[in-house]
């Protein structure tokens, strides 16, 4: 198959710091090339993913992070790069693009929500599914679509490069024993909820967070700063290589959520390394963590205080091999594979063409 990608114009692929929606695009372009096929990505000229790539900005625009023309511009391109180069199915991580391939319909255009289906999300792909193929990235999240009558093509979870997560021994750094919190400084988050917990529970948490929109920045001066110590401390936003030193020394990753997170890529990753994970049972968490096994889902901030003295109980290989077992990039490129298949067949059926 000959597969476009379309990435977001905000941050470049990958990125090269915090960005979930970037790292699984780059994950899913080098699996598609290395699966045999053929991919052009189109994303941000400062995107190092090793794949033929095009595009229009020379870097990522985070400073207009969700302005309709910055992202109207890419994809006006972007759409006519695909077509110039004979797509077979564009794979759509955009906001606006699966509403503008409604001007393109002999492409099959297929899209992946990477966010809660709110109002305004559900209003979108609503006008657009009888055109557009939709993925969920999880049950919990593809249930509230179906509920708001949304069809959902396909439920795929995210998948990650086993090869890159080596597993750690959770004795932290040389400061000793620490907790980790990872992930962007929200009150949904839990940044707030992970230090309190730890401060009960007499252990050392290190934050490491993107702390770069205003809301964020006035949530840590106002509710996390005050909290910080000796013991707790919070150590900006990490690149891929001290994350992952990070995660691999951590006893466990601290992700309590208080939101209905479609996925959770960071709990993956800590899986990935050997790291138990403490999460509440919210959104995506208990798909991904066996409680009692590979990490601990939670009531509220008593329970992952009990649960924090609890967690060398767990085995950090059987973390490892939950990771090997279910959340590889080879399983998510297949699953992927296989919709795009379907879409294509489908889309030639209706047009009554053969294939060559």
């Known amino acids: 198959m000959r597969i476009g990608i379309v990435a977001p114009p905000w941050v470049s692929v990958p990125p090269e710091g915090y960005g979930g929606t970037e790292s699984v695009i780059d994950r899913l372009a080098r699996g598609f090339l290395a699966a045999g096929h053929d991919v052009l990505l189109w994303t941000t000229g400062d995107s190092t993913c090793p794949v033929p790539k095009g595009w229009i900005l020379e870097r990522g625009d985070r400073e207009r992070l969700g302005a309709a023309v910055v992202e109207l ?203 138990p994970v403490m999460s509440f049972r919210e959104g995506a968490a208990p798909e991904i963590v066996d409680h009692g096994r590979t990490g601990y889902l939670c009531d509220d901030v008593v329970d992952l205080t009990r649960h924090l003295a609890d967690v060398d109980r767990l085995d950090r290989h059987a973390c490892r091999q939950d990771a090997e077992r279910r959340f590889s990039i080879s399983r998510m490129v297949a699953d992927h594979l296989a919709l795009f298949e379907r879409v294509i067949e489908q889309r030639t059926s209706q047009a009554g063409l053969v294939r060559p």
């Open 73 to 275: 511009h890419h994809l006006i391109h972007g759409y006519e790069a695909m077509l110039d180069w004979g797509a077979d199915v564009v794979h759509d991580h955009t906001l606006i693009g699966p509403v503008y391939a409604r001007r393109h319909p002999e492409l099959p255009v297929v899209t992946t929500n990477h966010g809660p289906f709110n109002e305004e999300l559900v209003t979108l792909y609503r006008a657009v599914t009888d055109q557009v193929a939709l993925i969920a990235i999880s049950h919990d999240q593809a249930a509230r679509g179906i509920r708001a009558g949304l069809p959902i093509d396909a439920v795929i979870h995210h998948g990650i490069d086993l090869d890159r997560y080596c597993e750690g021994a959770g004795t932290g750094d040389g400061r000793g024993e620490y907790h980790l919190f990872l992930g962007r400084m929200a009150p949904e988050k839990g940044a707030r909820r992970a230090i309190v917990a730890a401060r009960a529970a007499g252990v050392r948490l290190l934050l490491a967070a993107k702390m770069q929109e205003p809301l964020e920045r006035s949530f840590f001066a106002e509710q996390v700063q005050p909290l910080l110590d000796d013991r707790i401390e919070y150590v900006g936003e990490v690149g891929i290589e001290r994350k992952l030193e990070l995660l691999r020394g951590a006893r466990s990753l601290v992700n309590p959520i208080r939101w209905p997170e479609p996925f959770g890529l960071v709990m993956i990753e800590a899986l990935a390394c050997g790291t």
